[in-house]
T-cell receptor, first 111, second 111 residues
Framework: GENVEQHPSTLSVQEGDSAVIKCTYS??????FPWYKQELGKGPQLIID?????GEKKDQRIAVTLNKTAKHFSLHITETQPEDSAVYFC??????????FGKGTKLTVNP | DGGITQSPKYLFRKEGQNVTLSCEQN?????MYWYRQDPGQGLRLIYY???????QKGDIAEGYSVSREKKESFPLTVTSAQKNPTAFYLC??????????FGQGTRLTVV
């Protein structure tokens, strides 16, 4: 199947600390792994993505790592700021081209 | 402006009624998706379509129907067979195997 498990479901950090969210997937044909940020009452927005031919990708304070052997990928946010507070979703897309999401992580950055 | 538009933003349905949620995109995307979001459940896939005149069931298709007569449009009908339709509904579009763009959502409430 094309399931995605996401942990933790809630995460609270102090401003300036790092935050890490992890996802595992089951479909070995998965080849596209995006991360989305959703603010209250709005649709999710893509913040970073990675494809299966790359192990790591970085964009300023945000990075994603992919371990294909272990079938997991992670989002890393460094130097967190209060505006990073939101719900974050991982997703994966495999052979069927369905885009399947994890259940989300509510991140709170305390000033 | 290019984008994806959902309407209405809020919708109220009486029990036993069918209602249709609109989703339009002018991004020239082939793929379109409908998700349902409930608190703590993440984004669950209802239906998706990769090309015009073709669509596939997602994980929770029962009680819903869709059509894809035009590339730009992917309306979702919530039928009376859907026993618990109150939720936040999100539409997305993408090039096949690419970044998905979300609309701002429709909040459906049964009254």
């Amino acid at each position: 199947g094309e399931n995605v498990e996401q942990h933790p479901s809630t995460l609270s950090v102090q401003e300036g600390d790092s935050a890490v969210i992890k996802c595992t997937y089951s479909d070995s044909a998965s080849n596209y792994f995006p991360w989305y940020k959703q603010e209250l009452g709005k649709g999710p927005q893509l913040i970073i993505d990675i494809r299966s031919n790359v192990g790591e990708k970085k964009d300023q304070r945000i990075a994603v790592t992919l371990n294909k052997t272990a079938k997991h990928f992670s989002l890393h946010i460094t130097e967190t700021q209060p505006e990073d507070s939101a719900v974050y979703f991982c997703a994966q897309q495999g052979g069927s081209e369905k885009l399947v999401f994890g259940k989300g992580t509510k991140l709170t950055v305390n000033p | 402006d290019g984008g994806i538009t959902q309407s209405p933003k809020y919708l109220f349905r009486k029990e036993g009624q069918n209602v249709t949620l609109s989703c339009e995109q002018n991004l020239n995307h082939d793929a379109m998706y409908w998700y349902r979001q409930d608190p703590g459940q993440g984004l669950r896939l209802i239906y998706y379509s990769q090309i015009v005149n073709d669509f596939q069931k997602g994980d929770i298709a029962e009680g819903y129907s869709v059509s894809r007569e035009k590339k730009e449009s992917f309306p979702l009908t919530v039928t009376s067979a859907q026993k618990n339709p109150t939720a936040f509904y999100l539409c997305a579009s993408s090039h096949r195997r690419g970044e998905a763009f979300f609309g701002q959502g429709t909040r459906l409430t049964v009254v």
